[in-house]
């Protein structure tokens, strides 16, 4: 066995890193169409942003829940259609995107449901709203939260592609 020494650690180390495969911003996420959604952060630390707008469709659901029994929240939901979701950014070995998290479910709620409809969701007369819709989407991100993979977006605008129906649906809360 022969001893290396600290310089020879440097070398065997800096090799290595030279050696090392390195990412770029391409390889970090993946889309199955060219999408005018494009990196902000190159890192998914904590989560990975991007700039720019994209027309989706597919069926929202809107869920009305109250935060530990007291304060209530609508958390809004967007399953994308197969075409759109080849648009969505994911990362790279990923599956493509099935559900993406609305971060401004108040003011969509407004742009995608009749204000007797979203009154009667907020005094929970319907448990949950389920609707197909094209929306134009933006502010997108992919974050990391307890070991899960989540998508998130603003909605800008939407047309309403099908009649609201009620719906039994609970969405899904923090980690479950």
Excluded at 1 to 15: E, H, P, R
Excluded at 58 to 83: E, N
Excluded at 139 to 162: F, G, H, K, N, P
């Amino acid at each position: 066995m022969q001893f290396i020494g600290f310089t020879g650690l440097i070398v065997i180390s800096l090799s290595f890193i030279a050696a090392s495969p390195s990412h770029s911003q391409a390889d970090l996420f993946v889309t199955d169409r060219a999408s005018p959604l494009k990196p902000i952060t190159l890192k998914l630390s904590p989560s990975m942003k991007f700039k720019g707008s994209v027309q989706v469709s597919g069926r929202f659901l809107a869920v009305q829940h109250q935060y530990d029994k007291q304060v209530p929240y609508l958390q809004l939901i967007f399953y994308p259609d197969s075409r759109s979701a080849e648009l969505l950014p994911r990362l790279e070995g990923d599956k493509p995107v099935k559900e993406v998290q609305i971060s401004n479910p108040e003011q969509a709620a407004l742009m995608l449901l009749d204000p007797d409809t979203l009154e009667k969701l907020r005094r929970k007369e319907l448990p949950s709203v389920t609707l197909r819709a094209t929306a134009v989407i933006h502010a997108y991100e992919i974050a990391v939260v307890c070991d899960q993979r989540w998508y998130m977006a603003d909605v800008v605008s939407a047309s309403t592609l099908q009649d609201v129906a009620g719906s039994a649906e609970k969405g899904r809360i923090g980690c479950g």
